[in-house]
């Protein structure tokens, strides 16, 4: 047997099936998932429902910055996928309760009815979108975002089917209000200013994932450039070092 290879005899966690298929359909962003798989190891892997668990432990668990920890957990909370109870952390297994918009909760199998008969077999919940209400609210927050990016930028960028689909995507984790936060403080790096006409400089850059967006709306930061890496440095001290930005 290689030693190095996981091992059930080394510890597991019991989950559920109905959690991981909920889990498979459930549309979060990257930390959140990491946060959630974190708090199953934390609790169902001891055997408890929930537990007091310090945003540190979580941090060296997924490798995540305890402020962007801080940050996901607020937001699983208010999407109702946590829950908090005298600083207890735990997972909502009722999906009812997840406060997600209809198109991201997970599809849910229900019984279908016969006359005067009780279950006869399954069926999918369908999915209930307004889609000319959607395509009018994207539309109208992507021409919000780009305004506002070519406003600061003093750019002349247009609204594409590609960059609302990019948008759409980044506002299933994050407010419109959040991602404009963003675009104010990306023109304030010095990166940017120094690179000014880069081809980088593009909302397509800026709204490319959920990671993207929460480095530019946490604390202010400053690159600097050594050994052709770019070194990001925090106001909270913690620095990271990557080859390019």
């Known amino acids: 047997m290689n030693k190095n290879l996981p091992q059930l005899e080394d510890g ?44 540190s432990q979580f941090s060296k668990l997924t490798g995540i910055a305890s402020h962007h920890i801080a940050r996901t957990k607020t937001k699983l909370l208010s999407k109702g996928i946590i829950y908090e109870i005298n600083n207890q952390i735990g997972f909502q297994k009722d999906i009812s309760k997840w406060g997600l918009p209809k198109e991201v909760v ?33 539309q109208k927050k992507g021409e919000l975002f780009i305004e506002h990016f070519n406003e600061k930028t003093n750019r002349q960028f247009r609204v594409t089917n590609d960059r609302k689909n990019k948008l759409r995507l980044r506002l299933k984790t994050f407010t419109l209000e959040e991602v404009l936060k963003a675009v104010d403080n990306f023109v304030e790096w010095d990166w940017y200013k120094k690179h000014y006409d880069d081809r980088w400089v593009t909302p397509d850059y800026l709204i490319r994932s959920d990671e993207q967006i929460e480095k530019f709306i946490a604390d202010q930061q400053v690159i600097q450039t050594k050994n052709g890496k770019t070194r990001i440095t925090l106001q909270s001290g913690e620095t990271i070092e990557t080859e390019i930005l």
Request: charged letters at 25%; hydrophobic letters at 30%; one cysteine or more.
């Open 106 to 138: 997970p599809k849910q199998v229900v019984p279908k009815q016969g006359a005067g008969s009780t279950q006869t077999g399954s069926k999918v919940v369908p999915k209930q979108v307004h889609t000319k209400e959607k395509k009018e609210t994207i």
């Open 12 to 55: 597991y966690t019991r989950i559920a099936n109905k959690i991981i298929e909920a889990m498979c359909q459930l549309k979060i962003s990257n930390y959140e998932s990491r946060f959630l798989w974190a708090l199953f190891r934390k609790t169902y892997g001891y055997g408890q429902k929930k537990d007091r668990i310090s945003l």
